[in-house]
Each structure stands twice: as C-alpha cells, then as structure tokens.
DNA sequence: CGCTCGGTTGACCGATCTCAAACTTAGTGG
DNA sequence: CCACTAAGTTTGAGATCGGTCAACCGAGCG
C-alpha cells in the first residue's frame, strides 16, 4: 500500500506508475522517532530533505529571550523544502510532536527524481507553494486577527488539511497539540489561549479535548475566523 | 551596465557568461509603472514572473474587515515565486510602492532558464530559500515579539537588504515607505507606531525622515531588535 | 500514592488600540 | 506666488485586549 506522501504528491499533479515507483523507493529506508525529538537544529548544517510519513511534526524557532514560535506544522505527507541543502544552516529547528515515522531523501536523489519525473518536480513545486501560501495566511493571521480569530483561523487550517489526508471522522479530528503548543504558534500566552478556547466552547462554535478537535458549528467557526478555504484549495490550475 | 537581477544572482551563484547573457534577453521587455500600482490582484489568474529591476514593491492581502497586511518587501533584483504559475489564483496582491520598473518573464521561458542553465536555476532557488527565511522570521516578529523589537528588526532586514545591492549610504538609507504601510507590515496602528518611531528616535537609535532611515547608533539598533544577520546572509554553503 | 505535566481560573497590570484633533508637508490651481 | 487641499505625521485621553503572576485542579505514571 503506498504511503501518504505518495498519495499527497498524486493529489497535486498527475503522477505515472514509473514515478510511483521512484517514489516507493525513494522513502523505502523510513524511520522511526519519538515524540518532541528534534530531527535537526537551528545551526546545523542542511542535510536530507524530511518527508513525514506519519505523525506530526513541527518546524520552530527559539528566541533569545526564551520564547519560541512555531512556524509550521507538517502532517502525513508533507516534505520539507527541496533545496534546503543550498543553505550553510537552518535558520529553524525541526521537531516532531508525536511518535513519527519519518523518510530522509539525499539531495542527490532528489535531484535525480526531479530531474527525471516531470509529475514528481510538478507536485514538489504545487506543494511548496501551498506551504508558502500557509505562511503568507499565518503572517496575515499574526498581524490583522484577534486572538479569537486567529484560533479559529488555526483550527479551520488544521482541519482541512487533515480531512484532505483522510485523518479525519467528519465532525472531529485527532488534534495532538498541547495548548502550550498551539499558544507558541499563535503568538499568544497559553493562559490566554486557554480563556479563548472557553470562550468558542460556550459560544459553541468548537471544543477542544485531549488530542482531539470537535468541530460543533463548522459554520459558526468558519464565520469567526473569516476564513477564505481557498488558500489551502481550488488554487490548482485546471489548465496546465 | 547589467541589470540588478543579474546582479543579484551573480551574487547567490557562479554564474557563466552564457547565462548572464540569457538573462540580459530575458529581462529586456522591462515596462514602467507608477507608484500604487497593481501588478497581479488576489484572486487573478498568475501570469509571468515578475523581476523588479527599480523600485520598492510589496506584497498585501487586504481582509474583509478592510484592514490590510503586506507580506513581504520586493527590493530591485527581486522576483516573485519562479512557479506562481502553478496555481489556480493569487492568494494576494502585489503592488508597486514607488515607481517602479518590472521585467516579466513568461512561465515557458523561466522554464527554459532553469533547465538550460544551472547556475540560473541553483541562484533562483537560493533566493528563493531567502525569501522562505525572511516569512519565517516575520511570523517571529509578529509572534513574539514587543512592538518597538519587531519595528526595530525590521528596519535591519531591510537596512541589510538595501545595503546588500548597493542602495545604502552607510549610516543612513532611502526607505520610500510610508508610516501607515510600515504599520501595514508590523501588524500594528499607525498612531502606535508613530509612538514606537518617537521612542526608537528617542533612544538614539535611529530616526525615521521623509522618505529615508538613519541609523545613528547600529548597536543598539541591533540589540533592541535582537537581529541574528544570519538569517539573511553566511547562509550559502561554502561547498557545492 | 504522590509527582509531574498540562489545563483552568482569578486578580491585576500594561501594551496597544480607538477616537479625535492639530499640525506639517507637498502638490495643485488660480 | 499664494491660497487651498490632500496625504501623512504627531499628540492626547480613555478603553480594551492580552499578558503576568499565582494558585488550584485533574489525569497519567512510576
């Protein structure tokens, strides 16, 4: 059965058997890692290209002051940037949240199946450019919603791109996400996230619970954060 | 005299003859624009790259409250995403700042660049991580950090960047940017940052004047922003 | 069974926003 | 060359959002 980046990648671009294929074996050597364990570190040299194949993972960063902010989060299917081994060091760490099975691509490789695999170098750019389009809609997030709204911006994200992937039951979704966690990614204080998640639970918008998010009112949510779905979707060209 | 997008690539790759050549043809057809232009809107279609060869440019995504945030800063010798093409629709806009003129390069001819030539390729590419480093430390500043250390950080990227291609007199530098549109930018009011300017003046730091930034005291500039200039340079590899 | 980690709540404080007005500069037309 | 205007900047007063500090709670685990 093939994996979830494969499936992934044949959901951005049409993708032939021979490149199935290269991909399968591409991601043959995966590997397992516990939870909050850093795959590598601001500072540190670029090496292979990560694909996660389960699990959640996270890229952050560590301020002076202690702080930190995570800046992405990668689900099944999702691959760090391809030419990260242009760089002399990450600007970012990379961590997983949960246990998480994990491929490494070496550069060379990955240029070979670039170079060869038309579909492949095509989905890569599809997906790159989404990450670059959910880091635009985070900045935007950030700087022009409140608090309430960048939670529930946040929470509609997660859950598309879970339900794209299949990992999700329709009105939940498996959500392992502390709240300190998600405090780090919004830019806010955990006892403040705290207090907003209460309040989208009594304004029965949502309901956050260990590891899982019960969407009540997909509607009410979606009307919180002003969420516009077209960012994550219908941003593939019909045309090519 | 080359252009300064040839000049900026030669600068993130070797580059052959050949290819600074290619280049030159390639970003002959330059038009001209007034300041407050719309290049591209959200929701268009994706046309050809564009190459700013004079001029500031930014990138914006107005909300459905109004409010507005702009997403990056295009300085001369900057292009936007070389695979926009791939998408269905802009996810925002992108608007001339001050006149401006801008190459467009149809998606064929990119492609024919970057196949043909590697150090193209390998240079679009490194810029491409830049502008990927730049996002992400935006979404640092807008997380976690205070109003006075995110306009401080800031006016070092963009000190950095403009010295970098040669539009930097030392202590001071041309920065055509409104108060309301660097308030755009840091996710703030501009009756507060017009606060944050008095006191970074205030402080010695730096003074902000009609159209142009002195930076009386680097330091401490520096060390209110808590700027790691790594994250715009030292970040190409030494080996190949 | 007690510890630890994450979540929850309260009281208080400060940073940032809002609203509103004055002022400054550059550009425009008479 | 001088109103006049429009855009941008500056300042004040007051309101609000989100942060800080501190305590308590509840579940999982050794």
Not at 220 to 237: S, T, V
């Amino acid at each position: 059965m093939e994996n979830s980046f494969i499936a992934k990648l044949k959901g951005l671009a049409p993708m032939a058997p021979v490149e199935i294929a290269a991909l399968e074996s591409a991601t043959a050597s995966a590997q397992s890692f516990s939870a909050r364990h850093d795959l590598i570190r601001e500072g540190d040299r670029p090496g292979p290209v990560f694909v996660v194949l389960e699990g959640w993972v996270c890229r952050y960063k560590v301020l002076p002051n202690g702080t930190r902010q995570v800046l992405a989060y990668l689900m099944p299917g999702d691959a760090c940037d391809l030419h990260v081994g242009l760089l002399a060091e990450m600007d970012h760490s990379i961590q997983t949240i949960t246990p998480a099975v994990v491929a490494t691509i070496e550069r060379e490789m990955m240029d070979d199946l670039m170079t060869r695999h038309p579909g492949i170098a095509r989905a890569m750019y599809v997906a790159q450019l989404i990450d670059e389009g959910t880091m635009r809609a985070w900045i935007t997030s950030m700087g022009r919603r409140a608090s309430i709204e960048r939670v529930a911006h946040l929470m509609c994200e997660l859950y598309l791109r879970a339900r794209n992937i299949g990992l999700a039951s329709e009105p939940q979704f498996t959500l392992p996400l502390s709240q300190l966690m998600l405090a780090d990614s919004l830019g806010m204080t955990p006892v403040h996230l705290n207090r907003v998640l209460k309040e989208l639970r009594l304004s029965g918008a949502m309901k956050l619970e260990r590891g899982r998010l019960l969407i009540s009112d997909p509607n009410r949510l979606i009307q919180i954060a002003g969420f516009d779905e077209n960012y994550l979707h219908r941003r593939l060209r019909r045309a090519g």
